[in-house]
T-cell receptor
Framework: EDQVTQSPEALRLQEGESSSLNCSYT??????LFWYRQDPGKGPEFLFT???AGEEKEKERLKATLTKKESFLHITAPKPEDSATYLC?????????FGTGTRLTIIP | GAVVSQHPSWVICKSGTSVKIECRSL??????MFWYRQFPKQSLMLMAT?????????EQGVEKDKFLINHASLTLSTLTVTSAHPEDSSFYIC??????????????FGDGTRLSIL
């Protein structure tokens, strides 16, 4: 059974304090690893897709990386507006299996 | 680009009534649309996948007679929760995916519908 595990479950950082979120998956044969941001009461907002080990993508203060068994979302010098739940999802064919997310809080 | 609109955003209704939720892709044609359910502090659970002009494919454990899905056009899918009961209260989110011209197109999500059954 596909499993996607995210850690930590919650993370509180001071503004400007960089850190990384982890997403690991148990099924081989990756067909895309997706990162989304979800604000309270809203639907997920697409951030990145990664396809192969070694791939990296960046957007503003966020950088996503991928290995054979896990992905990291690195947040550099975060700001309060980066506070959200970050979800990763594994793609197989057209379906997505989501992790439970990391709730990130950036304290001013 | 890739905007998905979901309506209504919030519904409160009495037990036993049916509720229809609409999901529209505003600036692209969505060959496939998905319906998810999310409980508080939990992740998204896929309920069903619908392709334009064909019957929806439901995930294991999802009652197809309770959750009716129609995908009549390339820009509109609807979810009808029939004879809703309090246990159906949840946050329902749709997503849409464009035709895979480039492989593994991402799903783009609507802002969800908060359904509360009294």
């Amino acid at each position: 059974e596909d499993q996607v595990t995210q850690s930590p479950e919650a993370l509180r950082l001071q503004e400007g304090e960089s850190s990384s979120l982890n997403c690991s998956y148990t099924v081989s044969g990756l067909r895309g690893l997706f990162w989304y941001r979800q604000d309270p009461g809203k639907g997920p907002e697409f951030l990145f897709t990664l396809y192969s080990a070694g791939e990296e993508k960046e957007k503003e203060r966020l950088k996503a990386t991928l290995t054979k068994k896990e992905s990291f979302l690195h947040i550099t010098a975060p700001k309060p507006e980066d506070s959200a739940t970050y979800l990763c999802a594994r793609g197989i064919r057209e379906k997505l299996t989501f992790g439970t997310g990391t709730r990130l809080t950036i304290i001013p | 680009g890739a905007v998905v609109s979901q309506h209504p955003s919030w519904v409160i209704c009495k037990s036993g009534t049916s509720v229809k939720i609409e999901c529209r892709s505003l600036d692209f044609q969505a060959t496939t649309m998905f319906w998810y359910r999310q409980f508080p502090k939990q992740s998204l659970m896929l309920m069903a996948t619908s392709n334009e002009g064909s019957k929806a494919t439901y995930e294991q454990g999802v009652e197809k007679d309770k959750f009716l899905i129609n995908h009549a056009s390339l820009t509109l899918s609807t979810l009808t929760v029939t004879s809703a009961h309090p246990e159906d209260s949840s946050f329902y989110i749709c997503s849409a995916k464009a035709r895979d011209i480039v492989s593994n197109q991402p799903q783009h999500f609507g802002d969800g519908t908060r359904l509360s059954i009294l």
